[in-house]
């Protein structure tokens, strides 16, 4: 009789481990490559329109000669004769055809002055000035959900251990995985892996004046493959970094469109798979001079310094950089200020988007102290008043995100101060709070009148009550307000309580947020 038992339990155990084996493998295709597939999947997850901020950083060889006006593009720049970049390389390194060419940065060379030139940073366990902790902390403190590096820039370097393409910093340079130290170091903050893809345009036009090179290896590094290696490279080196990390956004910059359509939907398919398999949503972008590249029904858009003017639906990404013209490190880096980019985050979430914000670090993993007070002045803004960014959505029932003098956003525009007659809503999920966001504080005693609540335009009888979000999380203080033609207006108090980048007022109903409503 135990026999029989023991003998019906192996077979029930062995019926359980076909149907577990046959679930997973379900699991692990429920995307296919088409398509119809991959348009299925959420281009916009609860969890990102939640996140609202994100932080990245250009960081790579380019960072090492740190020149001379778009830093990260020095590679490309350096080839041409009429750039401040050749006149540098020149000056600094040799001929960058033939003495001292982009490779020299990544596998190490003296330099024309006799100092050894390499993009090796250096962890502080080690003696050196790199700590992807600190990184992490700083990013945590300023307030980003997302964060992660430019995995692989247009010049083809990766910045984690790849079996497909030698040119990554585990086996020059640094001889470590860059980017498996900052997923540990991101996910232990809980913070979200973001990673950035620049690799399409690696070998479709980054590299156009490098002379043929007959080294296969430096043909791979200067996009120099035949077309079909150079795609079936492209997927290999994101397949890597899904298989080792599985991020959480995947970023993808210009160029998409050139690169085999069958390659681009294993990929998503792939990555979306992953996501199945690993039980969480993820992000998959594309910016929008490349429309071409996805489909757009299950990545997001992304727009680059600026943004839409008006509100724009479905989701999208804004990215910004923290300096003016570059991206990378350079001497001399011209910083934006904080309320700036404060500024534009909020203007940018009131939109109906997201922004991330990229960071410049020194070639030795220093992170330059103007960009850390930055960070630390976004953070102060947001981990105070984020009631009114985290987890809020756009007045998208009312059409409106705001109202001022201040014109924000555009195409490759600079971020800019707003001031206390701007304002920008945002509501939150259960649609019973409305924010209003302005940027600049309307004065001791003054009365702050918000036209867009007119009466014409809603009804305000149930608004239970306004209030100006306090220093301190979770405190507030309320203010008189009645409603005129003019609008709503609230009574600011009469001595400003402190002083911030904007200030965030909080209007409160008993029940729903009225319509808006627009004439006929």
């Known amino acids: 009789m135990q026999n029989k038992q023991t003998k019906w339990a192996c077979l029930v155990s062995l019926l359980l481990a076909s149907l577990t084996f046959a679930a997973t493998g379900l699991s692990a295709q429920v995307y296919k490559p088409t398509w119809d597939s991959v348009d299925r999947h959420n281009p916009a997850p609860e969890w990102y329109q939640d996140a609202k901020f994100g932080l990245y950083f250009h960081w790579g060889a380019f960072s090492v000669p740190a020149c001379c006006v778009h830093g990260e593009w020095y590679g490309n720049l350096m080839l041409d004769d009429n750039t401040p970049e050749h006149i540098n390389q020149l000056n600094n390194y040799g001929d960058p055809f033939t003495v001292f060419t982009y490779d020299k940065f990544i596998t190490g060379k003296n330099d024309l002055h006799g100092h050894f ?11 050196g000035n790199f700590d992807p902790n600190e990184w992490a902390q700083l990013f945590s403190d300023a307030g980003a959900k997302w964060a992660g590096p430019v995995t692989i820039f247009h010049d083809g370097y990766a910045l984690f ?3 497909a393409n030698e040119w990554n910093t585990v086996h020059y340079g640094p ?31 980054y590299w156009f004046d490098m002379p043929h090179q007959q080294d296969p290896s430096l043909q791979k590094l200067y996009g120099q493959l035949p077309k079909a290696q150079e795609d079936q490279l492209w997927l290999d080196e994101l397949r890597e970094a899904i298989d080792q990390q599985h991020p959480d956004v995947m970023y993808h ?9 069958k390659k681009r939907l294993e990929y998503l398919a ?33 727009y680059e310094r600026g943004g839409p003017y008006g509100m724009v639906s479905p989701y999208w990404l804004d990215s910004e950089s923290i300096a003016d013209g570059t991206w990378g490190y350079i001497q001399n880096i011209k910083y934006f200020s904080s309320k700036a ?63 001022g003098p201040t014109q924000l956003g555009g195409v490759f525009t600079k971020p800019t101060e707003g001031t206390n007659k701007d304002i920008r809503f945002t509501v939150n999920k259960a649609n019973d709070t409305l924010y209003a966001t302005v940027l600049g504080w309307p004065g001791d005693g003054k009365q702050l009148i918000i036209t867009t609540l007119d009466p014409s335009h809603i009804n305000l009888s149930t608004l239970n009550n306004v209030s100006l979000l306090g220093a301190t999380v979770g405190t507030y203080i309320n203010l008189n307000y009645t409603q005129d033609f003019q609008g709503l207006k609230a ?4 001595t400003q309580p402190y002083t911030a980048a904007a200030y965030v007022l909080k209007l409160t109903f008993m029940g729903k947020i009225p319509t808006y409503r627009w004439p006929d």
């Not at 390499?118 to 080690?126: G, M, N, R």
């Not at 972008?285 to 992304?302: A, N, R, S, W």
């Open 491 to 494: 009574t600011m108090p009469s």
């Open 253 to 261: 910059d210009f160029n998409l469109y050139k690169i085999a359509v």
């Open 175 to 205: 001889n470590l995985d860059l980017l498996a130290l900052f997923a540990t170091a991101i996910r232990a903050k809980n913070l979200k892996l973001y990673t950035s893809w620049h690799t399409a345009f690696n070998f479709t036009g």
């Open 161 to 163: 251990d790849s079996a």
């Open 270 to 302: 792939d990555y979306y798979n992953d996501a199945v398999n690993q039980k969480k949503d993820v992000v998959v972008t594309y910016k929008i001079q490349d429309p071409h590249g996805f489909d757009k029904k299950g990545e997001l858009v992304v």
């Open 341 to 403: 980019l404060i500024h534009a985050l909020i203007d940018r979430i009131s939109k109906n988007g997201n922004m991330q914000l990229n960071i410049a670090p020194m070639a030795d993993g220093t992170i330059p102290q103007e960009q850390k007070d930055i960070l630390t002045a976004i953070g102060a803004q947001l981990n105070t008043f984020g009631e009114g960014i985290f987890s809020t959505r756009a007045w998208l029932a009312a059409r409106v995100f705001g109202e």
């Open 117 to 127: 030139t390499q993009f090796a940073p250096k962890l502080k366990s080690d003696g």
